[in-house]
C-alpha cells in the first residue's frame, strides 16, 4: 500500500497535519470494513447506490471519480471508461461491477465545495 500525506501550502509546515491522504494499493480498508481489493459493486452496495449528485462525478481517460454523500471527504477513483456514467451525472448504474479502485482521496481539511450530495 502507499499512502502519501498532502499539505495545502507551498512547503511543508512540520508542525501542521496532513490536510490530505491519497491511498493506493492492496492492503487496507474503508469504512465497512470493504478492502481497497473490493470491486465498485461491494463499495455500491456498502456505500449506497447512485446517492452522489451530478456534480459528484468527473471523468478522465480510462478513470471515474466517485464521491458518496455518506462520505463526502472520501473520493474514489475507479478504473472504468469514462462513457460509464454521462459528464457530471449521479447515475451510477452504468459503471461495471467489477470496476476496480485505483486510489482512495481522504480529504480532512475541507470538503470539495464543487461537489454538492441530493437531500432526501
Same mark, same amino acid.
Given at each position: #500500500? ?18 490530505? $491522504?491519497? *491511498? ?15 470491486? $465498485? ?10 446517492? &452522489? ?6 471523468? +478522465?481517460? +480510462?478513470?471515474?471519480?466517485? #464521491? ?29 461491477? +467489477?470496476?476496480? *479502485? ?7 481539511? *475541507?470538503?470539495? &465545495?464543487? $461537489? ?5
Amino acid at each position: #500500500m502507499k499512502v502519501v500525506a498532502v499539505q495545502f501550502f507551498d512547503s511543508l509546515h512540520q508542525d501542521r497535519p496532513a490536510d490530505a $491522504w491519497r *491511498i493506493s494499493g492492496t492492503s487496507g480498508s474503508l469504512p465497512g470494513k470493504v478492502p481497497l481489493t473490493a470491486r $465498485w459493486a461491494r463499495f455500491r452496495d456498502v456505500f449506497g447506490p447512485g446517492i &452522489a449528485s451530478g456534480a459528484n462525478i468527473s471523468t +478522465n481517460e +480510462n478513470q471515474i471519480t466517485v #464521491m458518496f454523500c455518506a462520505y463526502p471527504r472520501i473520493s474514489l477513483s475507479l478504473e472504468a471508461p469514462p462513457d460509464s456514467v454521462e459528464d457530471q451525472s449521479a447515475d451510477l448504474s452504468r459503471i461495471a461491477s +467489477n470496476a476496480t *479502485i485505483r486510489e482512495v482521496d481522504v480529504v480532512l481539511a *475541507i470538503e470539495d &465545495a464543487t $461537489w454538492h450530495c441530493k437531500r432526501r
